[in-house]
Antibody
């Protein structure tokens, strides 16, 4: 059974660093890209970028480039999303998902449960 | 970036109603269009990919159509468990932008 299990909720202060995780199971970690999606409170979905665990290639949305870093540890089948200096505007739910590719396009077919990040002084 | 615009932003409907949600892309995305359902406090769930292909396990009352810039998600007979927010997303180019969402509420 394919599962993506994300780390728990975090409460941080502005300026602090943070690394959240997404542990996958039920498939070969390096076969599919991982994407990250942000959902600010009461708002819609925003695609942050995609990460290829096989070679660590990353493609960020311009809206997030330079503010977050995507990475992974293949030995533990886990993807990470990290910030070096959080802002209050980073308060949101963050989802990871597996990106599946077919001839009909690509789509995230399995999702993590989400990690709520709250940034407040 | 490709802009995705959904309409309406919200709608009220009754169980058994036929519901149609529209998504328009700012440029042609051929058939690279996905639809998701999201319930409060839950991760999005894939319903439709490639504009019209039903994801495994999704009830057949959901269907998608369209190509180019104009797309439609149809729920043929609304069920109580279908009250949720629906999003379209283009998978034609990065960044893979989403529509702003359509909230389907109980009438």
């Amino acid at each position: 059974e394919v599962q993506l299990v994300q780390s728990g909720a975090e409460v941080k202060k502005p300026g602090e660093s943070l690394k959240i995780s997404c542990k996958v199971s039920g498939y070969s970690f390096t076969t599919y890209w991982i994407i990250w999606v942000r959902q600010m409170p009461g708002k819609g979905l925003e695609w942050m970028g995609r990460f290829d665990p096989s070679d660590s290639y990353t493609n960020y949305s311009p809206s997030f480039q330079g503010h977050v870093t995507m990475s992974a540890d293949k030995s533990i089948s886990t993807a990470f999303l990290q910030w070096s200096s959080l802002k209050a505007s980073d308060t949101a739910m963050y989802y990871c998902a597996r990106q599946y590719y077919t001839g009909s396009g690509s789509y995230p077919d399995y999702w993590g449960q989400g990690t709520l990040v709250t940034v407040s002084s | 970036d490709i802009q995705m615009t959904q309409s309406p932003s919200s709608l009220s409907a009754s169980v058994g109603d036929r519901v149609t949600i529209t998504c328009r892309a700012s440029q042609s995305i051929t058939s690279y269009l996905n639809w998701y359902q999201q319930k409060p406090g839950k991760a999005p769930k894939l319903l439709i990919y490639g504009a019209s292909s039903l994801q495994s396990g999704v009830p057949s009352r959901f269907s998608g159509s369209g190509s180019g810039t104009d797309f439609t998600l149809t729920i043929s007979s609304l069920q109580p468990e279908d009250f949720a927010t629906y999003y379209c997303q283009q998978s034609y180019s990065t960044p893979r932008t989403f529509g702003q969402g359509t909230k389907v509420e109980i009438k």
